[in-house]
Structures are given as C-alpha cells and as structure tokens.
C-alpha cells in the first residue's frame, strides 16, 4: 500500500513538473529565437535582453549564454562577453560553434589589451 | 500493424533526437566590435609625432617613414590636430655626449652632422640610446615648443631575416583513375623576408612624462626568389599595427563574423 502510495506520488509529481520544464524551455527557445531575429535587424540591445531572459529561465541554456558572448562583443563589454562565453563552454564543451566565437573573441581581446607598463 | 507502429516510433525517436541535437539553428551574423581608446587623450587638442629611434636595415629610414605614416593615419582617424613639423632627429640627439638634453641644459638641436656615424644595428645599440625617452625635461621642452600636446615617439626596427626550414604546402594530384586529391607535401625553402620591431611611447607634452607605450613585433617571409623591395615590406608590417596604434588614441572597432545559435 505503502509502495503504491509512493509511486502514485512520483507519477503524480513527473506529469506536475516535466510539463513545467518543457514549458520554460519552450519559452527560452522562444526567447532566443526572438533575439536571432532583432539582432538580425540591429537590434542588439533587444536580444541582449531576449537573451538575458533565456538565461534567467533556463540557466543551462548554452546556446543563449553563446548569443550573449556575441551581442556584449558587439557593445563593447569584453568583460561580459568572456564570462557569457566561458558560461556557454562550461555548459557545452565540445560545442565547436561557442570554441570558434571564443577563440576569434579572445584575439581581438587579447590584441587589444595586451601593452607594456614600462 | 506492428510494423506500422514500430515505423511511428522509430520516426519519432529521429525526430526527437534532431531536436535534442539542436537540429536548426546556426546563424552567422557580422557583428563590429567596438575598442575603447587605451588612452585618455581628452586633455589634449594637439598630437606631434615627434620622432623615432630607427635602425636595422639602411633601406628604410624608419624615422621619416614612421612619422609620415603616423601622422597621416592621425589625420584621418583622430580628432586631434595633427602637427606638421620636421621629424627630430633622436638618434642623433641620443647619441650626443651629456646630451640629456633637456635637464642637463645642453643643446636641444645639436649639429646632427657630428653625430651622423651614430647607428642602430641591433637591440643592444637601441638600448644605448632608448635613454631619452625618459628625460622628462627633453620631452617637456618640446612639448612646450609645440604648446602642450600629446608627444608619440618611440622606436623602430626593421630588420632583414632570412630563415631555412620544411614548409608545408598542399599540392594536387590525380590517380590513375583520374580522381583529384589534395596532399600535403613537404618541401626544403629558404625565405627571406624582415621583421618590424616598433614601440610607441605616448608622452605628455604638459609633464615631458610617458603616459603608456606598447611594442610590437611582426615578421614577414618571401621565397628566396623573389624581389620584394624593403619600403614595401615595411609598409606591409606596419599597415598589421595601425589598428593597434590609433586604437591607444581613438576608438576603433574591429569587423568580423559570429555565430548565433538557437
């Protein structure tokens, strides 16, 4: 009785939460895809906050982490742009679409910060 | 029927597996990324480029041909005022006895004919003379002169490298069955070709004192056969650093291609 009362519960609490999941996946998809858009049309300040969305509901979400690195490059922000990228590697290792966005990112970092102190 | 139902299933599971695997999604977009100036340069209206340090290879006078290159890009791509004056002549002046030129009191404009023996031919001989750069009475002088901008100088040498050595090259290739291949084939070259060793320093005229410099090094290598003048390869090498140099002054941004994903 006790079992039954138990597996009862699982079933009950995966169809209660799967749904759930699917649903905020489903809408940070949305959210990405959305941002894809505007950020097509120059809109970049828009999929910023698509994407800061995307990530908010779904914080494993590699590829909105991905678009974040590219869109805090294009404004400038090299410090949030490493730490999105470096999310999405985390995320996704072997992602090779993130490692090449990364790679051509931290060049153009490394090019422009590196200079003497002397 | 149960072939029906296992064609579903199996339809189903590909589906689902495209779509775990991220099955659209790729979108190549050109983004520009902007570069901050690495300098604050609002105290400043002017901008001299006052002269350099040069050596390594006679066919170029690195000197003249830095500051024209500089003040030209400088003119199109800063908002200060570019000064047009004679490039000084600082190996000379470096190369003159007690010369600091500035704190000792000695001349700013020594007879450059005295010193015209002096020459740069490797690190050590720049290293002899890269004191001026420090004598903040010099550079205060000559910035006074020019009412008070912002001073580049800085060093530049350009020098001939020739270098032996397996290069590999991808050549073509059909088999008997007249199939194209790519192979890659190792061959013995020799090369020749230079190497650009600059640094800018950025000086304040106000003060005479260094407000940052950064160096550079970039090398470029030819077959052995061909004829590429000198003043051509230094134009190559430096047109790399531009961006570099009037990113200390300006912002620039930088044009490329990222991938967005969904």
Avoid at chain 1, 98 to 111: A, C, H, P, T
Avoid at chain 2, 7 to 33: D, H, K, N, R, V
Avoid at chain 2, 47 to 75: K, P
Wanted: charged share 25%.
């Amino acid at each position: 009785m006790t079992l039954r009362a138990l597996l009862t519960l699982a079933v009950l609490c995966t169809s209660l939460t799967t749904p759930a999941l699917a649903d905020d996946r489903t809408d940070a998809r949305r959210q990405v895809k959305f941002g894809i858009e505007v950020a097509g049309h120059g809109l970049w300040n828009e999929a910023i906050y698509r994407w800061e969305r995307a990530v908010e509901i779904d914080p494993t979400y590699a590829q909105a982490y991905n678009n974040l690195g590219v869109a805090y490059e294009q404004a400038g922000d090299m410090d949030k742009a490493a730490g999105a990228y470096k999310k999405a590697l985390a995320l996704e290792p072997n992602n090779q679409s993130v490692r090449e966005n990364y790679e051509l990112f931290e060049e153009i970092n490394e090019r422009t910060s590196a200079a003497d102190d002397d | 029927m149960n072939a029906r139902v296992l064609l579903t299933t199996t339809s189903a599971i590909i589906a689902l597996t495209f779509a775990a695997c991220g099955g659209g999604g790729i979108y190549e977009l050109p983004i520009e990324t902007p570069i901050r100036p690495k300098l604050d340069v609002s105290a400043f209206q002017r901008v001299f480029v006052a002269g350099f340090l040069s050596g390594g290879s006679d066919e170029v006078d690195g000197n003249v041909e830095t500051v024209r290159l500089l003040r030209s890009q400088l003119r199109g791509k800063s908002q200060l005022r570019v000064i047009d004056a004679d490039a000084l002549p600082l190996l000379q002046l470096a190369a003159t006895p007690g010369a600091s030129v500035g704190s000792a009191g000695g001349s700013v404009d020594p007879d450059p004919a005295e010193f015209e023996d002096a020459v740069i031919n490797d690190d050590e001989d720049l290293e002899a003379h890269a004191h001026i750069f420090s004598d903040v009475a010099y550079w205060k002088r000559i910035g006074e002169e020019y009412q008070n901008p912002l001073i580049v100088t800085g060093s530049v040498m350009f020098t001939p490298h020739q270098r032996q050595g397996f290069v590999q090259r991808e050549e073509e290739v059909y088999d008997t069955f007249g199939r194209r291949n790519v192979v890659p084939i190792r061959t013995f070259q020799e090369r020749k070709g230079f190497i650009l060793k600059p640094k800018f320093i950025f000086i304040d005229g106000r003060t005479g004192t260094t407000l940052y410099s950064e160096s550079f090094r970039e090398e470029v290598l030819y077959q052995a056969n061909q004829v590429t003048p000198a003043l051509s390869s230094y134009f190559e090498l430096m047109e790399r650093l531009i961006p570099s140099f009037l990113g200390a002054l300006s912002s620039q941004s930088i044009r490329g291609t990222r991938v967005l994903l969904n």
